[in-house]
């Protein structure tokens, strides 16, 4: 076969980013040359491959999942019941949170060649059977904790199930960590909201990964299987149409906007960081839905970029806006469809980005944007 | 030390659903009553520090306003999931629960 091979293919974007990232200064710049050298790749990408997969097994580890049990207790992490590699036990929860925590790594490693959650192969622990009636799940900076949601009460007041019973409510915590390594969103107002909007943006993703649905075929539901029978709703969240989720006597209405001019200015929830991730997660349901196809291909490509690379702590949402709008230049031109598509997602929010002209040609295009994701050229902004 | 009321604020987590409830313990029954009465002094509520949060990244915790007046003095805490200590997670949950029932009526 003498069919040229674009770059990505030729030497794994994990390895580059690996050797980018981790290797002495002559190894970046090996790598750097590497792909910046077109015509002498062919003939040294045996070589780099070799030696930097032999690097990349001694510098990091692979996916690694520890399952403990809180035993409905508080404290943290509780006694490992489950570990990579071991056999399902008899307790769903701990099989939910160890089948969950792996098509989160999955989704992470083998679409945007991110090792774990810190890049560099981080255990993921989580923690099941926290506390008693915990109607609730999330990060504490180091793993995923799960509550059981309304075990302690008879079943006619059920509200809730296990928080590990979805999907993506494991990616979207997991994510809470992605995020915490890279773009370290402050968790208030805005930057809040976006942090949120993140997770559950790539929890959906896992979620559509494993199920391998398209954009189209996908419920872009939150939390779908934890409300009980006894709610009148389908999940906590809609990416599709913020703000129905549920309208329930007890829990009241999805108080989600999908739009600016529906902004909710509160005190409450650091700001309402999970009420207003509607508005970037309703414009990035309508980019996934317009590129059509699978979503974390193209859209979700854009986000994680955007994530890992340019978003800063105190981004508000133009910022967002305007940083995926350049993304989505870098990975696939200025005016192509992907960039078409996010300017309309941004503003059916309400969100305005690029004006009427284009933006500045950034130059480079592909070869420059796979260096920004492996981290061998510096961030744009 | 006589309760007279507590109010009580649920508000964040992965839902971000808010519940609230504002008891006059007279109104209790008299065992509810003496329950909460007994993990308020159980916890020595009226010396816990205001701020007890000090976990700000912990993305989707619960974060917990609990107000007690006594005839004497009035006094708020606030705290999330992880600092909250553990002789406190009896009363939250109780709180908890009451919060909700009052909600559904």
Sequence with gaps: MHKRSPINCIVPPHVLRNIATHGTDAQKNLAIETIKGSAQMRGQRQALAEFSVAAFRVAVGGKERVIYDAKHGSSLPGTVVRKEGEAPTADVAVNEAYDGSGYTYDLYNDIYQRNSIDGNGMRLDSTVHYRVGYDNAFWDGEQMVYGDGDENLPESERLFNRFTIALDVIGHELTHGVTQYEAKLTYSQQPGALNESMSDVFGSLVKQHHLQQTAADADWLIGQGLLTQNVKGVALRSMKAPGTAYDDPVLGKDPQPAHMKDYVNTLNDNGGVHINSGIPNHAFYIIATELGGYAWEKAGQIWYVTLKDKLAANSKFQDCANLTYQTAADLFGVGSLEQQAVQKGWAEVGITVGGTTPPPDTGGGCLEALLRLVGAAPAKQ | ?105
Excluded at chain 2, 36 to 43: A, K, T, V
Excluded at chain 2, 86 to 92: A, D, F
């Design chain 2, 1 to 105: 030390m006589q309760i007279e009321r507590i109010k009580f604020e649920r508000t964040g987590g992965f839902a971000g659903i808010r519940i609230a409830t504002d008891l006059k313990l007279d109104d209790l029954p008299d065992e509810q009553a003496h329950t909460i009465s007994e993990l308020l002094d159980d916890l020595d509520f009226g010396e816990l520090p205001e701020q007890m949060m000090n976990d700000a990244n912990m993305p989707d915790q619960f974060t917990y306003t609990i107000t007690v007046e006594t005839k004497k003095w009035e006094h708020t805490v606030i705290t999330g999931d992880v600092s909250a200590p553990e002789k406190m997670q009896e009363l939250l949950q109780l709180l908890n629960r009451l919060a909700r029932t009052q909600k559904k009526q």
